[in-house]
């Protein structure tokens, strides 16, 4: 079955940097949320989108937005890496703001 | 907002016993319990989920038990093997959707030496 997609798998990047990341959903699912995983941590919730709109924001810094597109894949922005935003990104994705989330295999953020 | 506690943050077993995890949560209104099994550098992975109309689920050598009175949760496994392996965070929706963001548990590390 068709999982969660994340790209890149691997980021590097430099202090004041911006990054990208890509999240495509299980196909059908309309809902997407972002957390931040750090070393030895529990996921933090940062931001989830339903189809297309914002649904609901968490700890996310204002250096960061995302966004949901017309075919559901999101994206998160983040501007002005700071060393503390090296975590692991995850997206993950349901079916319905009630549904079962699955998670990407997360995005591995590196700030030097 | 939610606030999920779990315990113990780490389990050791001897291959083939039985592991118990438990979680409390501080809403009543929440009723949707997941357990996730997440491996060193991988996605958490969804094991099993519970709603608030039912008070046990098994899947296999997994179960999740849940009392709503008291406000908790727990996870049990049952013939550990050392494929068992991991760290696993309980989960419970922040307010009083069924779903929407997750607030997790601490997590736990659990050691299932053969």
């Known amino acids: 079955a068709a999982g969660v997609i994340q790209s890149p798998r691997h980021l590097i990047k430099e202090k004041r940097e911006t990054a990208t990341l890509k999240c495509y959903p299980i196909p059908r699912h309309d809902t997407v949320y972002w957390y931040q995983q750090g070393p030895g941590q529990d996921p933090q919730f940062l931001i989830s989108f339903y189809e297309k709109m914002q649904s609901d924001k968490g700890s996310i810094p204002d250096r960061f937005s995302a966004q949901q597109f017309s075919d559901y894949h999101s994206e998160l922005n983040m501007s002005s890496l700071e060393l503390g935003d090296s975590a692991l990104y995850f997206c993950?994705?349901?079916?319905?703001?009630?549904?079962?989330?699955?998670f990407g295999p997360g995005t591995r953020l590196t700030v030097t | 907002g939610e606030n999920v506690e779990q315990h113990p943050s780490t389990l050791s077993v001897q291959e083939g016993d039985s592991a118990v995890i438990k979680c409390t949560y501080s809403d009543s209104a929440s009723n949707y319990f997941p357990w996730y099994k997440q491996e060193l550098g991988k996605r958490p992975q969804l094991i099993i989920d519970?709603?608030?109309?039912?008070g046990e689920k098994k899947d296999q050598r997994i179960a999740v038990t849940l009392n709503k009175t008291a406000k908790h949760f727990s996870l049990h496994i049952t013939e550990t093997q050392p494929e068992d392996s991991a760290v696993y965070f309980c989960?419970?929706?922040?307010?009083?959707?069924?779903?929407?963001?997750?607030?997790f548990g601490q997590g736990t590390e659990l050691s299932v030496k053969p």
């Open positions: 993950a994705s349901s079916l319905g703001s009630l549904g079962e989330q699955y």
């Open positions: 989960a419970a929706p922040n307010g009083h959707n069924q779903g929407g963001k997750l607030i």
């Open positions: 519970i709603r608030s109309n039912v």
